[in-house]
């Protein structure tokens, strides 16, 4: 353990000593990986062949006339295999799994994405899978446990805690330390203990270099701002990724639950509600009291229904390089109406934080500006939430006959 | 000064007995309870957690236990109020075990102070490994004070060494992978592990994970010097009454 992942004041690896072995071999093959052009070559033709991609970056020029401001581009992360650009890191630590010679892989997971994606990889690579879901997302997103299982991998329902994804996190972290010799731990976000943060934003960094190489094609210039939402941070750091170095505004939305003031949020950078703290192996804003001890988290999506943030973009926001809006449940379910309407794209919920944010500027700012928004993922995954903040007679009608038919 | 009371106490008997409880756990009055009983059965020094959301390193039982004693109204304030009322009135050894976030909250030069403060002799936080502890390890040092350090079954030798050098008090030795409260096999890979922690380290060695009983600890006799119970006290608290933690221990032990 040398170069322990310090972002300013934010990141390190706090872990326990059973495990400091599993990191020392996981940051030597992630050293190696990225220091080999052939593995970068090998994982963007597996994610062309397997996944893709590119993804399409969509002039939206419904929303673009109906805010009467900038120019709206949407990069399609929906559009990636299995719905979300989880897979972009999955299939790369999948990658590295079979290079460390490892059989079995587990996960966390929240909105359900992350799991599915990494069911799927595991599918296609041959390794066992275990992902851990808080009981509560499970409740929240039982399709996507349904497309887990059927893709092999184990679901395991957790019980403790707050039951959503930190909780899955510890769990998965438990199952590690018992089984690291023959497991790989695939962390789904650009947080946790060094190698994390700074390996899925390598991973996800694909999202923002395509989308810099289509918008210099298509426009012949860069965008004025770039929008994404954050959970734990993969999806950001990935848009991000590809504009660090340009005169960029770089912008992520983060879920403001039922409004900053109710208290009900996942707000860690844009509100003064969280502080620094140590937890899950790694230092950063956290939502907690003074003791230490982690608050309940609240967002209509799973997804991004977090307590941390990754340490890079705690950095960004402490040092300015980013700015970190949120966004209410209200807004999303609004902006995400909006979208479906005008442009015929379902976003997930997680996504539309990101459409939210950038809607509520959008107006203000000039014709021949231009902003990006990641749409990170689908929305039809989020059919029951979605149909229910809707209020849909018609679905209730439907769901109502269906239960009828299994009591049958 | 942990070291001294630990050298002296063996030679009164070679194989010491450290317990562990989650503070508020089920209640700060049945925690005192249970340190009475502990103390009367001939435990050697305790282990007093402070409950955090979110224990990385413990297995169903602690876990529980951490999170009940929070729902319960358990604060660092508390704790740390209890505990100090703990060492004042009985005559072993006390040391904080919790997660890295609590020190670092409370601040870790403060955190020290009041370890020192109210007369506990060290702190064991399993989320902080050397490279990350400097701070923390030099606040209790300039309190007199242990920051126990750990070994586990697949630290090299090199790092065995390096973590002895800053070792004061005891070192904690994993007794194998995994969480707290599952079992433990005790096997000659646990011999030969035990003997390179031996090697690598001057300061006695406390073993936990997975004890249960007085095979476990007949086992351990003339292998390491402390030999640590956490889960299995929580169990029998659970299953048969607070009262029953004084037989449990008496039973572990060499008859008198």
Same mark, same amino acid.
């Given at each position: ?92 630590? #999948? ?20 799991? !599915? ?90 999202? #923002? ?20 939402? !954050? ?13 660090? +170095? ?44 003074? +003791? ?39 807004? !999303? ?41 990641? $749409? ?24 109502? &006959? ?7 | 000064?942990?070291? &001294? ?37 001939? !435990? ?93 390890? $030099? ?20 790092? @065995? ?30 011999? $030969? ?23 476990? @600890? ?14 299995? &006290? ?23």
């Amino acid at each position: 353990m040398k170069h322990r992942g310090y972002y300013g004041g934010f990141g390190g690896a706090f872990l326990p000593e059973i495990l400091i072995p599993t990191f020392d071999e996981l940051v030597s093959a992630f050293e190696s990986a990225k220091t080999d052009p052939g593995f970068r070559k090998q994982y963007e033709s597996l994610m062309a062949e397997y996944s893709g991609r590119p993804t399409p970056l969509t002039f939206a020029a419904n929303l673009t006339r109906h805010f009467g401001g900038a120019k709206i581009y949407i990069k399609r992360e929906d559009l990636n295999h299995t719905g979300a650009h989880k897979a972009n890191n999955v299939m790369g630590q #999948g990658l590295l799994v079979k290079k460390m010679g490892k059989q079995r892989v587990i996960a966390e997971t929240g909105a359900g994405q992350h799991g !599915v994606a990494c069911a799927t990889m595991a599918a296609r690579f041959g390794f066992d899978c275990t992902i851990y879901m808080g009981e509560k997302d499970v409740m929240r997103q039982r399709p996507n446990v349904f497309w887990m299982e059927q893709l092999g991998a184990t679901v395991v329902p957790v019980t403790d805690g707050t039951k959503i994804l930190k909780d899955a996190i510890n769990q998965a972290f438990r199952d590690w330390v018992t089984n690291m010799d023959t497991t790989h731990y695939v962390l789904g976000t650009a947080c946790g203990p060094h190698p994390f943060p700074e390996m899925v934003t390598w991973f996800q960094s694909i999202i #923002g270099i395509e989308a810099r190489q289509q918008i210099m094609e298509r426009e012949g210039r860069l965008p004025d701002r770039v929008y994404a939402c !954050v959970g734990g941070g993969s999806n950001a750091m990935g848009l991000f990724s590809g504009f660090m +170095d340009d005169p960029v505004e770089l912008v992520g939305v983060e879920a403001g639950g039922k409004g900053i003031d109710s208290g009900f949020h996942a707000a860690r950078l844009s509100s003064a509600d969280a502080s620094y703290g140590i937890a899950q192996g790694y230092k950063t804003f956290f939502l907690q009291n003074d +003791d230490g001890q982690m608050k309940e988290t609240h967002s209509i999506s799973a997804g991004l229904d977090y307590v941390g943030v990754s340490p890079i973009l705690a950095h960004m926001h402490e040092n300015k390089t980013a700015r970190f809006e949120s966004a209410t449940d209200a807004e !999303v379910v609004n902006a995400l109406k909006l979208t479906m309407k005008t442009e015929g794209i379902i976003p997930a919920l997680e996504s539309a934080h990101a459409f939210a944010g950038a809607f509520r500027e959008a107006p203000a700012l000039l014709r021949d500006q231009i902003l990006i928004i990641n $749409q990170s993922g689908r929305g039809d995954k989020d059919i029951f939430t979605i149909a229910d903040a809707l209020n849909d007679a018609d679905w209730k009608t439907f769901i109502q &006959t269906k239960a009828a038919q299994y009591h049958a | 000064m942990l070291e &001294t009371y630990i050298r002296n106490r063996q030679k009164k008997k070679n194989l010491l007995l450290m317990t562990h409880i989650v503070m508020g756990y089920p209640s700060f009055d049945a925690c005192h309870d249970i340190i009475d009983q502990m103390v009367a059965a001939g !435990v050697d020094l305790m282990e007093l957690q402070i409950p955090f959301s979110e224990p990385m390193a413990d297995g169903p039982v602690i876990l529980r236990a951490n999170q009940t004693a929070l729902e319960r109204g358990a604060t660092v304030v508390k704790c740390m109020a209890f505990a100090k009322e703990m060492a004042a009135r009985y005559p072993i050894p006390f040391l904080f075990m919790t997660y890295a976030n609590i020190p670092y909250k409370f601040g870790m030069a403060a955190f020290a102070k009041a370890t020192a403060d109210i007369h506990l002799t060290g702190a064991i936080v399993p989320d902080m490994p050397m490279e990350e502890g400097t701070e923390y390890i $030099q606040a209790m040092q300039e309190n007199l004070l242990s920051p126990i350090q750990m070994f586990s079954p697949s630290t090299s030798d090199v790092r @065995m060494a390096q973590i002895a050098s800053i070792a004061s008090g005891f070192i904690y030795c994993l007794a194998r992978k995994g969480v707290t409260g599952a079992d433990t096999d005790f096997s000659d890979d646990l011999t $030969q592990y035990l003997d390179r922690c031996r090697k690598a380290a001057s300061v006695p060695l406390a073993v936990g994970f997975g004890i249960h009983d007085k095979a476990d @600890m007949d086992f351990l006799r003339g292998k390491a010097d402390i030999a640590v119970i956490g889960s299995q &006290t929580i169990r029998v608290a659970e299953d048969h009454g607070v009262n029953s933690v004084r037989e449990f221990i008496q039973g572990l032990l060499p008859a008198a």
